[in-house]
């Protein structure tokens, strides 16, 4: 009996997967990223998080100005080493090239959202923002299921420090006037 062969991309190159390589590894699984230099792969998504992905998507397509756009899934290179896919993210309008985009910089992106999933609570509450505000990204949302109700935590960079300081937490209505005026229902994920 024969083993099944392995990918090449299985085994890291000597001086490690960069950014630049997610758009060259063939065969590589959809929406995988690379956080400190390491390939992190996604599991399958439960319906609460596709449907908060899907509402935020539109809710915030619909209320960006004309300088903004909002993509849904888009890796965002924040260095050679990290390379996050969020859930949701807000780019200024003269960033995007294109259909064959397949990324945007960090310097590019005004808001960042994660939908915590079980597999990503780790990377999403605790090093994705680091990465994130090490960035420069103004803004970043956390979004938790708590009795099968999204809540929003709402974060905002402290020119300051360098971090992220929370500036809100959202159950039912995620009222905002940053990073422009939004107000999303947050219960019409049961209704989706």
């Not at 859930?87 to 590019?108: P, S």
């Not at 079980?118 to 994705?128: F, Y």
């Not at 937490?169 to 994920?189: I, Q």
Request: hydrophobic letters at 40%; aromatic letters at 8%.
């Amino acid at each position: 009996m024969t083993s099944p062969s392995l990918p090449d991309w299985v085994f890291p190159p000597a001086r490690g997967f960069t950014a630049e390589d997610l758009d060259h590894i063939a065969d590589l699984p959809a929406h995988t990223e690379l956080i400190d230099g390491s390939l992190v792969f996604v599991s399958p998504q439960a319906s609460f998080h596709m449907c908060v992905v899907s509402l935020l998507e539109g809710e915030l397509r619909r209320a960006a100005p004309e300088e903004h756009r909002v993509r849904r899934e888009m890796s965002v290179i924040l260095d050679p080493a990290q390379r996050p896919e969020p859930d949701v993210c807000v780019v200024r309008a003269d960033a995007v090239t294109g259909g064959r985009q397949t990324f945007f910089r960090g310097q590019d992106v005004v808001l960042v959202v994660e939908v915590v999933s079980p597999e990503s609570r780790v990377r999403d509450r605790k090093r994705k923002p680091v990465l994130y505000a090490e960035a420069g990204i103004p803004h970043f949302w956390r979004i938790e299921e708590q009795a099968g109700k999204p809540v929003a935590y709402v974060y905002e960079l402290d020119p300051a420090t360098g971090l992220y300081a929370l500036t809100g937490l959202h159950h039912d209505r995620l009222k905002l006037t940053v990073p422009f005026d939004l107000d999303v229902d947050l219960g019409a994920v049961d209704r989706m």
